[in-house]
């Protein structure tokens, strides 16, 4: 049990997605500009990323891995991911209105989300167990959701203040993430079990 929550702290805070992967650059930049749709967003990975990393899994081991279609990985991630997100909003019927709502509109943003197949392909190169492997999903859903979420929130913040006309825009985002990257970089020794 240790270990699993090694792999959430891990994943969310250590080996962030966006932070240290780059994953989801584009989805940060365009999405970080009002709460409530960061918020949104975030609870789609977080409800998306999970079993994804678990029909992922499945898919790896159980399928191309054993008939040798390696080859297919990416096409198969594409359409078990659409699938998924079909399924995803089928369920979000029994949501609130409101949350129903939002949730259908960000779903197929959250799916073509470059940090999905990221982590996707991260979980696989680690060869994780089917349970390291959900968990491994919710912890970079997470730390995705942290890292998007206090970036909308650094970014409302630099609205007020006065910002030298060469870093408005992506150039002072681009340094609020270089600087919380660099902090997150002091949570290294962290997850070490």
């Known amino acids: 049990m240790f270990d699993l ?26 999405f970080s500009r009002r709460l ?9 990975l977080i409800i998306l990323l999970p079993p994804a ?3 992922a899994y499945l898919l790896q081991h159980g399928l191309l891995q054993a008939s040798g279609l ?16 079909a399924v995803l909003g089928r369920l979000s019927a029994y949501l609130p209105a409101r949350l129903q709502a939002s949730m259908t509109d960000l779903f ?9 197949f990221g982590a996707l392909l991260l979980m696989l190169e680690n060869t994780y167990s089917i349970t390291a492997a959900i968990f ?6 997470l730390g995705f959701a942290l890292v998007l979420l206090l970036l909308t929130g650094i970014r409302s913040r630099l609205e007020v203040v006065d910002v030298p006309a060469p ?13 919380m990257s660099l902090a997150f970089m002091g949570l290294v020794g962290l997850a070490q079990g």
């Open 70 to 85: 390696h080859i297919l990985r990416l096409p198969s991630f594409v359409i078990m991911i659409f699938l998924l997100m």
């Open 5 to 30: 929550f090694v792999i959430i702290i891990s994943t969310a805070l250590v080996n962030n997605l966006f932070l240290e992967h780059a994953l989801g650059a584009e989805t940060m930049e365009n």
């Open 136 to 141: 491994f999903g919710l912890g970079s859903a």
């Open 167 to 179: 870093f408005q825009g992506l150039p002072i985002t681009l340094i609020s993430a270089g600087i």
């Open 36 to 44: 409530d749709v960061a918020a949104s967003l975030s609870l789609s």
């Open 53 to 55: 990393c678990l029909l």
């Open 108 to 116: 197929p943003l959250a799916g073509v989300n470059t940090a999905v």
